[in-house]
């Protein structure tokens, strides 16, 4: 029943009506496939030539999301998890290396970075604000740039959460008064 009302409260803070304080970074969609992640050296001259591994003791990567989707995102829901640290044999070393700097972990255990935003949404088409990356190498292993996912949440249009709340009656996981309540707007609402 939780993933039910997690998903319905999404729908809801999509459309603006209501606002939850702090969304659960687990529940979050992953909005990779739309939101491109681009990865870059934060100390690299990008025309010297030098190779795409590293084995030095910690570098830094800064990272911006492009919004390739026709949708704008809600800024502060935007995250990015770093799924894996690959070495050059292509076997993931992320428990043998440190991510410094991150904002926390999910239940997975995998770092994430809040997507620092001064704007209520990241437009389509949309390049967020930087985010680095600080990988620490004790073992001055050789590895690829870390691999990262995006999510957060779309700010859908009112049809597309009014059909979500329409399919959630129809299979009798919400009451007609709830589907109610949950539309209302906030103005129209009394205090």
């Known amino acids: ?7 319905l409260a999404t729908a809801i803070v999509a459309n603006g009506n209501v606002a939850l304080a702090n969304p ?3 529940d979050l969609q992953d909005l990779t496939g739309g939101v491109v992640p681009v990865v870059q050296y934060k100390y690299l001259d990008p025309f010297s030539g030098e190779d795409i591994l590293t084995s030095v003791s910690e570098v ?6 492009k919004n390739q989707t026709g949708d704008p995102l809600i800024a502060d829901s935007l995250i990015l998890v770093v799924e894996g640290v690959r070495e050059i044999t292509g076997k993931d070393i992320l428990p043998r290396v440190g991510i410094g700097g991150s904002d926390g972990m999910t239940k997975d255990g995998k770092p994430f970075f809040r997507i620092p935003s001064s704007k209520k949404e990241l437009p389509p088409y949309g390049e967020s604000e930087p985010v680095t990356i600080r990988v620490i190498n004790p073992d001055f292993l050789r590895f690829f740039p870390p691999n990262v ?5 779309r700010r859908s249009s ?3 959460v009014k059909d979500l ?3 959630l009656v129809q299979k009798g996981l919400l ?6 309540r949950a539309l209302e707007s906030p103005s129209s609402s009394s205090p």
Do not use: T
């Open 165 to 167: 709340i329409e399919s």
């Open 60 to 65: 830094e990567y800064v990272v911006k999301v």
């Open 24 to 26: 659960i970074v687990d």
């Open 175 to 180: 009451s007609p008064e709830e589907a109610m």
């Open 149 to 153: 996912r995006v999510h957060g949440i």
């Open 158 to 160: 009112e049809k597309a």
């Open 1 to 7: 029943m939780k993933s039910i009302w997690s998903i």
